[in-house]
């Protein structure tokens, strides 16, 4: 994990946390590491959507949070493609501390679920011709929201219990894309905050 990536087209084992807790990804298999991509301004993770992953054991549960992801989505041909996940989907589904992901069969539409409780945003256009999207959600009390660009959604009625058997993973199988940079922490941040993250990850995907 010293060695850091040198070229376009690289395969990618680690992607350290810049937080200091050290809660890196890490993907030990070489065929299933993504590969670090850039067009010299602009610098992302590439996926195959057969089995690339990053992931780390189970981030410490909280029932308040917030995640940001900015991405985009090359091919979405079938299922339901985790883009990010922290935890499992119980039976119930309140394992989930988040859990983004795409739906085949609704190509318009991303979702993010906390615990028992989904939230949609339907876009303008399919989701593999909209190009990088900066997705911000956070959840407290009970509700959750989420935004894409000046699309949004909310809920309330969570229910988020532990489920440590899971584990926290950016870019799973099915997932066709790119991943251009994450943010994830443990208290639900201000509206300045998340105004502030939305402008950061576009940055990222804008180069």
């Given at each position: ?18 937080s ?14 993504p590969?670090?991509r ?6 992302w ?19 308040e ?5 900015a991405?985009?989505v ?49 876009l ?32 309330t ?11 926290f993973?950016?870019?799973?199988a ?34």
């Open positions: 994990m010293t060695v850091p990536v040198l070229a376009d087209g690289d395969p990618v084992g680690a992607m350290r946390d810049k200091g807790h050290g809660r890196d990804l890490i993907q030990s298999i070489d065929a299933r590491r590969l670090y850039t067009d010299g301004t602009t610098h993770l590439e996926y195959d959507g057969i089995d690339d992953a990053l992931s780390v054991v189970q981030l410490p549960f909280s029932t949070a917030t995640v940001g992801l991405f985009s090359l091919s979405n041909p079938s299922g339901y493609p985790p883009v990010l996940r922290n935890g499992t989907a119980a039976t119930d589904g309140s394992g989930r501390q988040p859990m983004i992901y795409l739906d085949a069969n609704a190509p318009q539409v991303v979702k993010t679920w906390w615990g028992n409780r989904g939230l949609a945003v339907t303008p256009a399919q989701v593999t011709q909209m190009g990088p999207l900066s997705l911000v959600s956070s959840t407290a009390g009970g509700a959750a929201q989420m935004r894409i660009g000046a699309l949004s959604a909310s809920t009625g969570i229910s988020m219990t532990p489920d440590m058997s899971g584990n993973a950016v870019g799973m099915g997932f066709v894309g790119r991943i251009y940079g994450v943010v994830i922490c443990d208290t639900e941040q201000p509206p300045e905050a998340l105004d502030a993250l939305t402008a950061h990850l576009g940055t990222l995907s804008a180069g």
